[in-house]
């Protein structure tokens, strides 16, 4: 019915930059809601940042000022763009969606496979 898809993980060094995407596929009418999580080892999943669909933004503290989530509404596609990357943002970055996926409002909630960032020091 939905699927999302990340993808743009990688190896940098510390200070480098990367950006994820995250692709809704499917029967996608509108997507109301989007997050990106990461998980560290050994860590629980953590919220990273959230982007509604009236275009509110919310920032977890360690990534404001690093980290800018954007959206292209013509390709179901958020991306994350995260500069100055650091050791500590090391993990598995997730994408969790509220989706649309019909003219009477159905909503899909689900979540993205999850691609690899690991930051070198």
């Known amino acids: 019915q939905v699927r999302l898809v990340e993808s743009g993980g990688g190896l940098v060094p510390s200070g480098g930059s990367l950006r994820l995407s995250c692709a809704a596929s499917?029967?996608?009418?509108?997507?109301?809601?989007m997050e990106w999580y990461r998980q560290a080892p050994g860590k629980q999943r953590e919220l990273v940042v959230e982007?509604?669909?009236?275009?509110?933004?919310n920032y977890a503290n360690p990534v404001k000022g690093r980290f800018t989530i954007s959206r292209d509404n013509a390709k179901n596609t958020v991306y994350l763009q995260m500069n100055s990357l650091k050791p500590e943002d090391t993990g598995v970055y997730y994408c969790?969606?509220?989706?649309?996926?019909?003219?009477?409002?159905?909503?899909?909630?689900?979540w993205g496979q999850g691609t690899q960032v690991t930051v070198s020091s």
């Open positions: 969790k969606g509220e989706v649309v996926y019909d003219e009477h409002g159905g909503t899909w909630h689900g």
């Open positions: 499917g029967s996608v009418v509108s997507i109301n809601l």
């Open positions: 982007l509604t669909r009236g275009g509110f933004t």
